[in-house]
């Protein structure tokens, strides 16, 4: 048994001011708003500025989860980000995250699991507080998924966006009171490297000495997704012992408003309890999840005691969940 429990203890967000329609980029790709509506659910996305970076968008974000939290940077002694659109190659964003927020204790480091990257860089939280190897974690998925885009790709530029949210947990022993089915019960992560060529980024530092840009071949995603998807929330729930109907909230990384439905329907979850902003937000990768999190807690459906289901899946492919009591 776990030396230590990892509580919830605080979320935040950023969302990038500027604000991309479908009509708009119906003025750029040969591309439809109803299109777009119809086949991804998506109306609108946020684009970070010239100059603004993902660690910009992340430290926003930080700050304001410790605020929810009511602590201060001192607390923190972990941060891990998920990112694949970093300032830099290095240093990580996470380690640019702890100079900016004056931490000069701890470790500091980024996690690359793509779309899955907040639900892997949150089970390697949940790893370090179980053991006691950190005290306080900040765990952040930011993206300028807009950076590594083919504008000129219909089929890619229309799905993506850009945020960045944050989520602190704390560790605390099981032995006090009432907290023993609190916080991270479980978690499930897995890879499978053999589907590269569906969904990958064309350059990099030791290919090619570019950025690259983002292709997928969309459809064949969507099939993966869905299995994968609804296969990983089965095994968790199984492994924590707890039935599907009892979760209050499904928190899944917004790819695509029809892989959420189809996912709900395979396990037959009402559709109002799945915890939707692709709408508004588009796909923003590893931000998805901890970006949807705020949104029903600032919006009160999630409360405190609630059980919350995350997942997601992304390149590589890579894909998992985790199940946290708030
Ligand atoms: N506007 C208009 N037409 C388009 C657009 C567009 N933006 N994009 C593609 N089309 C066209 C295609 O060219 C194709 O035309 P054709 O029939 O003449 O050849 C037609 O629309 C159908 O294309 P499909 O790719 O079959 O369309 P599909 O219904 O599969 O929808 C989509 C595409 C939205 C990408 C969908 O497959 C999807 O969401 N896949 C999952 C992607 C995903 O989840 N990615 C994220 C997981 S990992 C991560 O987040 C990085």
Not at 106 to 123: E, K, M, N, R, S
Not at 179 to 191: C, F, H, K, P
Not at 292 to 298: I, K, L, N, V
């Amino acid at each position: 048994m776990s030396e230590f429990r990892t509580r919830f203890a605080g979320i935040g967000a950023c969302l990038p001011d500027r604000i991309l329609t479908n009509d708009e980029l119906s003025s750029m790709v040969d591309t439809s708003d109803s299109w777009i509506r119809e086949r991804t659910g998506i109306r609108q996305r946020h684009l970070a500025a010239e100059g603004e970076t993902t660690s910009d968008l992340a430290e926003r974000a930080a700050r304001r989860a410790l605020d929810q939290a009511g602590l201060t940077p001192d607390d923190v002694d972990l941060i891990i980000v998920a990112t694949t659109t970093p300032d830099f190659t290095f240093p990580s964003v996470a380690s640019m995250i702890q100079g900016r927020l004056g931490i000069t204790r701890g470790a500091a480091f980024d996690v690359q699991a793509v779309c899955t990257g907040f639900i892997y860089a949150l089970t390697t939280a949940d790893n370090f507080l179980a053991r006691g190897q950190a005290k306080c974690a900040l765990v952040i998925g930011a993206e300028t998924m807009s950076r590594i885009l083919d504008w000129t790709d219909r089929t890619t530029c229309v799905l993506f966006g850009d945020g960045a949210g944050a989520m602190v947990l704390t560790a605390e022993p099981p032995a006090d009171e009432g907290i023993e089915d609190r916080g991270v019960l479980a978690t499930y992560l897995r890879s499978d490297g053999r589907y590269k060529d569906l969904l990958h980024v064309d350059g990099g530092p030791s290919s090619t000495g570019t950025v690259g840009h983002l292709r997928m071949a969309g459809n064949q995603v969507f099939r993966h997704a869905v299995t994968n998807i609804a296969e990983s929330m089965s095994t968790l729930a199984t492994q924590a012992g707890v039935d599907i109907a009892d979760i209050n909230w499904f928190v899944p990384h917004q790819a695509n408003q029809r892989i959420l439905e189809g996912v709900a329907r395979k396990l037959s979850i009402p559709t109002e309890k799945v915890i939707s902003t692709v709408a508004d937000h588009g796909n923003t990768s590893a931000a998805s999840v901890p970006l949807a999190f705020d949104r029903a807690m600032q919006d009160g459906r999630i409360k405190s005691g609630d059980l919350v289901l995350m997942e997601a899946l992304g390149g590589g492919f890579t894909w998992g969940a985790a199940l946290l009591r708030v």
